[in-house]
């Protein structure tokens, strides 16, 4: 299963770099107005189906015994959707000095904003033997609130930059992501044995949709003449993503290691990866919404697409050694117990 997991995700970023590499091409085929209607078959019935999807997929019903875990819960979704943007908002104010693309800051921005996603975390959680249920709450929990927080976030702290009104902005929001998420539900309250019989690849679903929503950001991109991206700006971004992920890493470990944080090793774990993963198949939809029109979403888009890979990444180089202090530490925990 962990296998077919990660052969999903190779081919998840070859299809990232094939979708942008037909969109330079190609970029005709999926710019506003083109044979792909992107502003009606991307704006609402691709959105639509990830968030249905997304609902029929998510196990809301098993998540009632994590509940009890409340200072562990509002560690992770503070850090998440409260320090972790107002950090790189701060930090941002720095860089705005340094001659990297403007849009590609904002973009850094935007993965601040963002909510957890609903499998990576999990997965890497699970990988290392860390508190699994809490891994799932927090991802699935973090998922809904990031429905309503993610959109005040990125209008708080960069604007919409669109033509779009913030009610429209919002009305968009509730009928594309609210209602399908909804919808997918209670679907799921109907049809569960089904689901857990057949398995559906939701995940693969999902990340096909999301490749066309990829394609049509870039064609947008690639067809407008007066953007230009230069490859002093790209590595420099990519080298600050790896930097804040490992940086958010080892300040997640040092907060819930303190003696008196209360956290077992398990619960590091959960915390470590559930804090600092952000989501690409909410992030997307959301930021093709919130900013519609604007000329420079792609760009925007590309921190995103490069924290997505890289978390992952990270994660998986990084899981060996967690394990090992993990264990340790559990050792040492009962090693300290008094025998009876």
């Not at 860390?130 to 709450?137: D, K, L, P, S, T």
Request: include cysteine; charge should be positive.
């Amino acid at each position: 299963m962990r296998l077919l997991e990660r052969m999903r995700k190779d081919w998840f970023m070859i299809g990232i770099v094939l979708a942008i590499a037909g969109a330079k091409l190609e970029p005709s085929i999926g710019v506003n107005g083109g044979p792909l209607k992107p502003e009606i078959t991307v704006s609402y019935i691709a959105v639509a189906t990830i968030f249905f999807n997304s609902g029929l997929s998510l196990k809301t019903e098993e998540l009632t015994s994590a509940l009890v875990h409340l200072k562990l819960h509002l560690f992770i979704q503070i850090f998440t959707l409260a320090f972790f943007p107002a950090t790189i908002w701060l930090f941002l104010q720095l860089l705005s000095i340094t001659p990297i693309n403007e849009w590609l800051l904002k973009g850094l921005q935007t993965v601040g904003c963002m909510p957890p996603p609903v499998s990576s975390a999990v997965i890497l959680t699970k990988a290392v033997g860390g508190n699994e249920a809490a891994a799932i709450f927090n991802s699935a929990f973090g998922s809904f609130l990031g429905i309503v927080i993610t959109p005040l976030l990125l209008l708080l702290f960069l604007g919409s930059s669109s033509s779009v009104p913030f009610t429209s902005i919002f009305s968009q929001l509730f009928m594309t992501v609210v209602v399908p998420l909804i919808i997918g539900q209670i679907v799921r309250r109907y049809i569960k044995d089904w689901l857990e019989r057949k398995k559906p690849p939701f995940g693969a679903i999902s990340s096909s949709v999301l490749l066309m929503i990829i394609y049509t950001t870039f064609c947008d991109t690639f067809s407008n003449p007066n953007i230009d991206l230069d490859k002093f700006s790209l590595v420099l971004i990519l080298f600050i993503i790896f930097s804040i992920q490992l940086s958010f890493m080892l300040l997640t470990f040092i907060f819930s290691t303190r003696n008196n944080s209360g956290f077992t090793p398990a619960d590091t774990v959960a915390i470590i990866f559930c804090s600092t993963h952000k989501s690409l198949t909410l992030g997307i939809p959301m930021l093709k919404i919130v900013f519609a029109g604007h000329e420079h979403l792609s760009l925007i888009s590309v921190p995103l697409l490069i924290y997505h890979p890289a978390q992952i990444l990270l994660g998986s180089v990084l899981v060996p050694t967690i394990k090992s202090w993990m264990v340790s530490r559990q050792k040492g925990v009962k090693l300290m117990r008094p025998t009876v």
